[in-house]
Structures are given as structure tokens and as C-alpha cells.
């Protein structure tokens, strides 16, 4: 079985400031590991995703992701928050069997304050 | 360029009705998923296919529920009949092949049962 954790709901930073999103995953098998953003009345959108290879993710829109192990985590970062960057974000796992289904945190809806 | 649509965007409908929605996977991509939205229970999976296949079905209410690939480009998703719970956003994925991990999602179909 697998499951993700987002540590808050809700969260606001600061135009300029770190952004800082917390995922804890639980899987019973090497998993594979992916962030999703998802804008108002959109559907979700790919941000970057962990497949076993570099521990370190880059993805669009100048986020990126550390995978580790020691710690079961998979935190979405981003050095410098802009006002576009408000919406929800989900954190998802899957096996790594590919195209398994998905099993979603409860998301984090990230605020940017000007 | 390659996108997950559905239609309808938007459906509203009185209780005890039919709803049918559907879903046409990016051509080639022979994974296809159903997932629903709410407040409440954030999102979840309800079924999935593998070249039409259907693979998984366990978060589907099976009383009123059903999900069918009557080709590769076309996936629906039935309520009958449909009840206020029911209430929700329905989002289609596709997926390539095994090796690939990613799921495109569709813009959602946003259901109101009154």
C-alpha cells in the first residue's frame, strides 16, 4: 500500500520568498513519486516527477524536488515565489510499475502575498 | 498538441437522472483513468483501463456507477441515477505505457446533481 502526506493545507509566502512544500510518502515498494499543480477551474498539471534516477528533480516553472530516502520525503521547493505560482498543489505516488494509479495527498493550496 | 479533452465541462442535472461523461485520451496512450474531486475526500481514483481493459474498478460505487472503453479514443463514465453526492469534478488521465509513469489529465467535467 501507498499513501502521501502534505504537512499544511495552506500556505502563504511572500513575492520573492522561498517556497517550501512538504511531501512524506509511505510505500512498501521503490515508488515513484510526482508533484502536480492544479489552478482554479483547471485540471492538474505535471510539475516534476521522481522515476529512481537523479535524487534531484528539476521541473517547469523553475521548481524542483529532493527525493530522499533516509527521510521518506519529497519536498517541492522553488527559490523565489512569483504571484503565478498561487494554487493548489498535490503531491502523488504510484508503483513502480508505470501508469499504476495514483494515490494523492489532500493538497496544499499556496498563497502568494505581494 | 496533444491534450486529454472532456465534455461536457460543466453538467447540471435533478437527482434520479442519467449523467454520461466522456473522455478522449491522447491518441496513442493506451492507459486511461477516472478520477473525482471533492472537498471532502480530495481526489480519488474510481476506475482505470489498460487497452480498454478495464483493471481496477474498487473505488467506484458499483450500484450506479460505470465506466466503459467502447474504443481507443473514447472513454465514458455513467451515474444512474444520479444522486446530490454524486457532486463533484470528474478529471480523465491517459498514460502512455509502462515505462512512462506520467498521466495527462483532462480539464474535468464539474457535475452539479440538485
Known amino acids: 500500500a501507498q499513501s502521501v502526506t502534505q504537512l499544511g493545507s495552506h500556505v502563504s509566502v511572500s513575492e520573492g520568498a522561498l517556497v517550501l512544500l512538504r511531501c512524506n510518502y509511505s510505500?512498501?515498494?521503490?515508488?515513484?513519486l510526482f508533484w502536480y499543480v492544479q489552478y482554479p477551474n483547471q485540471g492538474l498539471q505535471l510539475l516534476l516527477k521522481?522515476?529512481?534516477?537523479?535524487?534531484l528533480v528539476k521541473g517547469i516553472n523553475g521548481f524542483e524536488a529532493e527525493f530522499k530516502k533516509s527521510e521518506t520525503s519529497f519536498h517541492l521547493t522553488k527559490p523565489s515565489a512569483h504571484m503565478s505560482d498561487a494554487a493548489e498543489y498535490f503531491c502523488a505516488v504510484t508503483g513502480n510499475f508505470g501508469n499504476e494509479k495514483l494515490t494523492f495527498g489532500t493538497g496544499t493550496r499556496l498563497t502568494i502575498i505581494p | 498538441d496533444a491534450r486529454v479533452t472532456q465534455t461536457p465541462r460543466h453538467k447540471v442535472t435533478e437527482m434520479g437522472q442519467e449523467v454520461t461523461m466522456r473522455c478522449q485520451p491522447i491518441?496513442?496512450?493506451?492507459?486511461v483513468f477516472w478520477y473525482r474531486q471533492t472537498m471532502m475526500q480530495g481526489l480519488e481514483l474510481l476506475a482505470y483501463f489498460r487497452n480498454r481493459a478495464p483493471l481496477d474498478d474498487s473505488g467506484m460505487p458499483k450500484d450506479r456507477f460505470s465506466a466503459e472503453m467502447p474504443d481507443a479514443t473514447l472513454a465514458t463514465l455513467k451515474i444512474q441515477p444520479s444522486e446530490p453526492r454524486d457532486s463533484a469534478v470528474y478529471f480523465c488521465?491517459?498514460?502512455?505505457?509502462?515505462?512512462?509513469?506520467?498521466?495527462?489529465f483532462g480539464p474535468g467535467t464539474r457535475l452539479t446533481v440538485l
Open positions: 491518441l496513442g496512450h493506451n492507459t
Open positions: 510505500s512498501s515498494v521503490p515508488p515513484y
Open positions: 521522481y522515476t529512481s534516477a537523479a535524487t
Open positions: 488521465a491517459s498514460g502512455a505505457d509502462r515505462t512512462s509513469n506520467e498521466q495527462f
